[in-house]
């Protein structure tokens, strides 16, 4: 597989001061991998790995032993058997939320020992960074090196990174130049790998399934199995008076995206449920990085964050792909575009949109009338203005709500998305759905 992060940890690497890197992202979105495959090509396999949810020796050692980077050092070569060379080798630290102190003991690389590349990584990372310091307890353990470490967002891979896998590198290079004489050309060959795109997803491991053989019943048991990997870890890491609210959330995402208004509505699942007794468990989710909160802008000003209303959002998960197999939508709907697809098209596709922006480095809020009357999927800030996204799972250009913004709000440009050919006119510009994300890269001239 290629994946873009690979190039930003090179690009990390090659830095004279760079500090310790943490790669950050959910579960099974391929941390471990990337670091292996950088230690093999970039290293030459010159690297020492550490697995803290594993060894717990070496987990055990490091609650007890002296903070300091040679006596670490020291440890690790003793109990790896490998020796360590500072300039040389690189040291690989996974699983790393298991050691509060291990976490530390970056601070301490990076202020002793800054020529020893480090990288480390966790599958639910962001729960550790989350937790507050301050109790004798934390103290003891340790706390995060702020502002002594680098940090990297591992996504699942986006539909460019899929063509990749799929040996399709000139469609892929075609979508980051935005030639868009050569994909109108082939356009309904790129449509033809989006939708299976929407239904494989972006997670390594159905990538990997579906490349491999083409079969859509093992893909989605690969997705299903990663599904109940979580939710093992919901069993294993969250606070027994959480895990019931964790896992009513979670199993809400899918059903509330389907409906006309995505706003997420904490009535809907549970009679009398509110959202300051679902809070902690939102948290939960969005720190395992399985959520992303779209929320409410208006007006819709630069800067937009400033803008928000944090109590209406519309929430989403991380992957196209499992939220097509938590939903239980068959392949043939979606490849067919029968009716069932079409009651749930929106949400494959909104997902879908939210995660190619991401990945493209821009985090969207949506735009909706206070009246209810009109709403705007997606707003993206860019370098001088807001522009409003429409998403569309179809070929249907018709588009209400945003004729009622551009009337309002008067953007340089509209951008719509679907499932038509790329067309520039002089208020809407109109973008294949297969290469959103060169949106992102149009706002930001």
């Known amino acids: 597989m290629q994946r873009v992060a690979f190039n930003e940890i090179e690009a990390w690497n090659k830095r004279k001061n760079r500090k310790p890197l943490i790669l950050m992202g959910a579960r099974q979105v391929g941390k471990t991998w990337l670091m292996d495959e950088f230690a093999r090509s970039v290293y030459s396999g010159d690297s020492v790995s550490v697995n803290f949810m594993e060894d717990d020796a070496i987990r055990e050692n490091f609650e007890t032993v002296k903070l300091d980077p040679k006596t670490l050092v020291s440890l690790i070569q003793a109990r790896s058997g490998r020796r360590i060379v500072p300039g040389k080798t690189l040291l690989v630290l996974d699983e790393i939320q298991e050691s509060p102190r291990a976490l530390t003991s970056l601070k301490f690389f990076n202020e002793k020992m800054p020529e020893l590349a480090i990288i480390a990584a966790g599958s639910l990372l962001g729960l550790s960074l989350r937790r507050k310091h301050g109790t004798k307890e934390r103290e003891s353990k340790g706390s995060f090196p702020v502002g002594k470490v680098d940090f990297i967002d591992v996504r699942p891979m986006t539909f460019s990174e899929y063509l990749l896998a799929r040996g399709e590198s000139v469609k892929s290079d075609e979508l ?4 868009w004489e050569i994909l109108n050309l082939i356009h309904d060959e790129m449509v033809r790998h989006l939708k299976d795109y929407l239904f494989v ?3 390594p491991d159905a990538v990997r399934t579906f490349v491999a053989n083409g079969d859509y019943l093992e ?29 009513l959330l979670w199993n809400n995402v899918s059903a509330q995206l389907g409906k006309p208004n995505k706003k997420f509505i904490y009535k809907a699942m549970k009679e009398g449920a509110r959202g300051r007794s679902y809070e902690d468990a939102l948290q939960w989710l969005d720190d395992a990085g399985m959520v992303h909160q779209v929320f409410r802008a208006d007006p819709p000003r630069m800067p937009l964050k400033s803008y928000e209303d944090f109590s209406a959002f519309k929430l989403y998960m991380h992957d196209v792909g499992l939220l097509g197999a938590m939903s239980g939508l068959p392949a043939s709907a979606l490849l ?12 494959l596709t909104e997902q879908y949109v939210l995660q190619e922006l991401l990945a493209a480095g821009v985090s969207p809020s949506y735009w ?5 009357d009109a709403e705007v999927d997606f707003i993206v800030q860019g370098s001088k203005a807001v522009f409003p996204v429409e998403v569309k799972a179809e070929r249907n250009l018709k588009a209400k709500s945003l004729k009622t913004y551009r009337e309002f709000f008067k953007p340089p440009v509209c951008y719509r998305t679907s499932l038509s050919e790329y ?3 002089r208020l809407t510009r109109d973008i294949p759905l297969y290469a959103v994300a060169r949106i992102a890269e149009e706002v930001r001239k």
Not at 176 to 179: F, K, Y
Not at 337 to 347: D, P, R, V, Y
């Open 219 to 247: 893909t989605r048991r690969t997705q299903k199995s990663i599904l109940k990997a979580y939710d093992k870890d919901f069993v294993k890491h969250a606070e027994p008076s959480l895990l019931p609210r964790i896992r």
């Open 368 to 372: 909706a009338a206070e009246r209810g």
């Open 423 to 425: 067309a520039a006119g």
């Open 176 to 179: 980051a130049t935005g030639n």
């Open 336 to 347: 067919e575009l029968n009716s069932i697809f079409t009651n749930f098209k929106g949400a």
């Open 201 to 203: 997803g972006g997670m």
